[in-house]
């Protein structure tokens, strides 16, 4: 038996730039830490020659192309699978909530597949091969950020270059540093799950017309690294806000009159900035909020689930091997 362990992420500035229609005219970036809340795939050898797979719903299969499960059909046919086996995923926060958790999912697959033929697969590999299912070969229309920070983990700053290439540098700060912005950041549930096509869809034919507000998000990364790296902090609830409004300006479904409204709540309560994390329109609301200001705004958000966030350092990993 295999199992997997994937982180999910939060991204803090460029989500958007990391969409193909951005950055093949010019590079996109990303700043995004991942997080300990993770996605589970287990592979274990299944004593008939079917294929079972587990997830919301149960598959029992006799032949690979008769997998419904598009994300786990194109995993076993890259690492070469084909049957006699059994693949359950288990996650800890729902999927469609901004955090990441389809490419996570991909990313973990992949990473047991490999390791139940005994086959090491470094992170870059992973991410590449994940996006290539995701983007290429489902044809969804997101980015190739949420790949990337699921295979490598830890907090880093990612670069997508016009010639497909990904350069992924870990963001140089102190613990203590790192620690402080943990602890000033504030997750809260919008209780409204999204599919991102949609708004990714929409997002990627608004490109032309948003670029220079799509160069201001790739600018708020570049900010957002220098900051950290520089140990200064205390101005990056600013910079979430300056990059929450550009954001929305890109498609009238990454926020909504609710949305509006309690994030507005939160920041007279002392939020200094936030965002709606992944594409938008649900999800998770993602808040800096310095310590002395919590709890008015935890009051302000009252009726909203928190759930509290560490960084995680690691990506994604084999946390069992036993044949």
Known sequence: MIISRTPFRISFAG??????????????????????????????????????????RTEEVSNIRDVKHPLLKEAMKTTGIKRGIE??????????????????FTVGALHALYAYKGVYVKASRLASEACDIEIK??????GKQDQYIAAFGGFQFIE???????????VVCSP??????NNNLLLFYTG????ASTILKGMRSNMDSKK?????????????????????ITRFGELLHEGWLLKRSLHSGISSSDIDKVYAR????????????????GGFLLLYVKRNNQAQVRKAMRGWREVSIEFEPEGSKIIHLAR
């Not at 070969?137 to 997101?142: D, H, S």
């Not at 203590?176 to 912005?181: G, I, V």
């Open 15 to 56: 989500g958007g730039t990391d969409l193909a229609a951005y950055y093949r005219h010019e590079p996109g970036a990303v700043l995004s830490t991942a997080i300990d809340k993770y996605m589970y795939v287990t592979v274990n050898k299944y004593f008939e020659d079917k294929i079972i797979l587990k997830y919301s």
């Open 87 to 104: 693949i359950t995923s288990m996650a800890d926060i729902v999927g469609g909530t901004g955090l990441g958790s389809s490419s996570s």
């Open 137 to 142: 070969r489902l044809q969804e229309p997101i």
């Open 160 to 170: 997508f270059m016009p010639d497909e290439s990904v350069r992924v540098t870990p």
């Open 176 to 181: 203590k540093k790192l620690k402080n912005l």
């Open 192 to 195: 409204k799950t999204r599919k």
């Open 212 to 232: 220079s507000d799509m160069r201001e998000l790739r600018a708020l990364a570049d900010e957002a690294r220098k900051l950290l790296q520089e140990g200064r």
């Open 266 to 281: 939160a920041r007279k309560a002392g939020a200094e900035g936030g965002k709606i994390l992944g594409a938008g329109g």
